[in-house]
């Protein structure tokens, strides 16, 4: 099958992405060649796209995607599809800071290791991450869940609102205000629902479950040590 | 936000025009000024001033003033100074000196015509450039892309705490410590506790740039006897705020970042070689093909990195 192919080198940003939303409504494959690890590729895409960018890709790569599915070879920048209403975004290798920022719903699916602040304040969706997630990760996650297969850094699942964080492998700490809970047969079930799609079902995983305490949910006076713990 | 740069070559070569190209990729981040930090091949004796004088109707009372005080100090100069004028105020002065007897004791008495005319670097082999506008411009004005080293530091920065002047701009050099430099991304939040607590040792600021004072910190703990790597990790439990710093010296460039995270650091390491930046897009200019990068994301890291080869013809 046909792709098109679309250089990016030196040219201007919005070129670029202009170029992209034009091969989109081709409804062909795309290919993104020569990235030089240049910030805000493919943002805003429609729907039904398919696009992968060859190497590396520089920051909200796949930013506010609203239902594309999208490929990046080797590392991602921060902020990798931050907004995202929906849509499937894996990255080959490793996600810097922030990825999934904000995120309404989809999936980014991460190879290798994600760097801090993983899923902030996301509101939807899943990200799985096969590696380790980063310091602070899931930080005010209001909903949807953050599932790593390879451990998680330090204050992990700070300060978490609704969200969920499941971890498999060493935790270096906990966050804020987090509770550990042993997650019922059903809701690891559930998990293994989203890890299935990714082959990534495997059923001697010793998972640790992490939900808010709810304690930052509204100021209490008397538990004033909690928010100094913030 | 401010963008930082930091490059080691095998051996002596065109640094400049690499950290003009890590700098051009970074203009984004912030175009109120740029500076690079430049350490060429080192002098044996005497040193290398680049001084910044803020008004040119004053250009010669201002080098009689500064040269009395050198002799004063039983120092000369070694060539005659070069001085860059154009329509801006201020004017550039690049000169070479023999070694007063006593560097400390010199530069406190030359600092007492700073309110006019500033030595913004001070060193065997560094050279510290730094003006208003973005790469390309101070690169055109100063000739930095011809400018031959081992290693060295750039910066664009965009003005949060303190002014936009030409001497208030990064690299600082780490005054009186010869040859050491810093470039700063982030903020200090206990930068007056800390000023003040460097002030009565003795130390003397010339900007309000929070910058400045972490060049002069780890410079004093290192001249109380930590080794650097222990001073780079001392300064992140030591000093408040969200910074990544990378601070020069004769033979060596190391980072330090602090405990939230918030400021990134790309590098690309290759046979000996370092190119770091904020961002790995600016990296990427200088080692274009795909290479591997590490990305220094997590939160209280520290790295140092060798020089080697400083003397190498190049």
Known sequence: MNAVVIDVGKRHIREINDDIQAACKTGQEIVVRNTLSRHNLGIGLPPGARIS???????????????????????????LAEGMASGHVTV????????????????????GDAGPRCGVTMKGGNIIVEGKIGYQSGFMAHAGKIIALGGAGAACADALWQGEVWIAGEVESLGVDVVVVEPTAEEVAEV???????????????????????????FESRDANAWLMI | ???????????????????????????????????FAIYGPPRDSGYVL?????????????????????????????????ILTDDSAHYCVRMVISDPRDLGRWIADADLISDHFEVQSCGRSLEII???????????????????????????????ESSVLPNASHPFWARPFPDVAIVHNGQITDYYTW????????????????????AVWVSDQIKNGLTMDQALKKSITSI????????????????????????????????????????EQAVRRVVPDESDVINYDGPGQTRIWQTTNRRMVA
């Not at chain 1, 080959?92 to 190879?111: F, L, N, R």
């Not at chain 1, 629902?193 to 990534?200: F, V």
């Not at chain 2, 004088?53 to 100074?81: I, M």
């Not at chain 2, 411009?137 to 003005?159: E, F, P, Q, W, Y």
């Open chain 1, 53 to 79: 960018f060859e190497g590396s890709v520089g920051y909200y790569c796949a930013g506010l995607n609203d239902g594309a599915t999208v490929t990046v070879e080797r590392d991602a920048g921060w902020g």
């Open chain 1, 92 to 111: 080959g290798g490793y996600a810097g800071m922030s990825v999934g920022a904000a995120m309404m719903g989809g999936t980014i699916h991460v190879k």
């Open chain 1, 192 to 218: 293994d629902a989203i890890l299935d799609p990714l082959g990534l079902v495997d059923s001697s995983r010793n998972w640790r479950k992490m939900i808010s305490g709810q304690r930052l949910w509204y």
């Open chain 2, 1 to 35: 936000m401010c963008g930082i740069a930091g490059r080691i070559l095998n051996s002596p070569g065109k640094v400049g025009a690499d950290l003009v190209e890590l700098m051009d990729a970074q203009e984004h981040r912030g175009a109120d000024s740029t500076g």
């Open chain 2, 50 to 82: 680049r001084c910044t004088g803020f008004d040119k109707q004053r250009l010669s009372r201002d080098l009689e003033e500064f040269h009395a005080v050198l002799r004063e100090h039983g120092a000369d100069y070694l060539e005659d100074p070069k």
């Open chain 2, 130 to 160: 730094k003006d208003i506008g973005g790469s390309s411009a101070v690169a055109d004005k100063h000739g930095v892309r011809d400018m031959i080293g081992t290693h060295g530091l750039g910066h664009a920065r965009l003005a949060t």
């Open chain 2, 195 to 214: 000023r003040a607590k460097l002030e009565r040792r003795g130390y003397r600021f010339l900007t309000q740039n929070d910058s400045e004072l972490i």
């Open chain 2, 240 to 279: 408040d705020g969200v910074f990544t710093y990378m601070i020069a010296r004769e033979n060596v460039i190391g980072f330090a970042k602090d405990r939230f995270a918030m400021k990134p650091l790309v590098v690309v390491e290759r046979d000996g070689e370092l190119a770091a930046a904020t961002e």
